[in-house]
């Protein structure tokens, strides 16, 4: 009978532990501006928790995205400039007697490759289309967009505006 009582303590025991971790929410969403999908971009989530780490997720050529959140209040930036398409191309000068390894000739090559077509993206992201947004959205003391993670699956859309 002895045995059993340490056995029977770790019954209870384990189910407390099992839920002292962090909640989390999966978030699936849709970002549009002016009605239409943003097709390109990255969501930023910053949980107001500052324990917690940010996370970003890509946006779909349909809009949407998908984060695995905290649980709490979270603030949100939605950031396309890596879509906006160079203007000119051009490089700036490297002195020729800096010996420069493979990997940086490599980088230059390719930065003084000819411009990107209109709405390519200027890193080296394959997928979406660049659409300007008004800046605000950038940054999180500007943009506004805030809600709140529950556990569990949830959906947030966010409408951007001028």
């Not at 384990?14 to 929410?25: E, I, Q, Y």
């Not at 970003?56 to 905290?70: M, R, W, Y």
């Not at 997928?127 to 805030?146: A, C, F, H, M, N």
Request: charged fraction near 25%.
């Amino acid at each position: 009978m002895r045995l059993l009582s340490p056995r029977m303590g770790l019954l209870f025991v384990f189910p407390l532990l099992a839920g002292c971790g962090v909640r989390t929410g999966h978030v699936t969403g849709k970002v549009t501006y002016k009605g239409n999908p943003l097709p390109a971009g990255w969501v930023q989530f910053r949980p107001a928790d500052p324990a917690q780490n940010a996370v970003s997720v890509p946006l779909k050529e349909d809009g949407s995205f998908e984060a695995d959140l905290p649980a709490g209040e979270v603030e949100v930036t939605i950031d396309n400039r890596d879509w906006e398409p160079q203007e000119g191309g051009a490089v700036p000068a490297v002195p020729r007697n800096i010996p420069l390894s493979p990997e940086a000739k490599a980088k230059l090559a390719a930065a003084a490759a000819p411009p990107k077509k209109e709405g390519e993206p200027r890193s080296g992201v394959k997928s979406g289309k660049y659409v300007r947004i008004p800046e605000k959205y950038y940054d999180l003391s500007t943009s506004g967009l805030k809600f709140t993670v529950t556990g569990g699956a949830q959906t947030q859309t966010f409408e951007l505006v001028d």
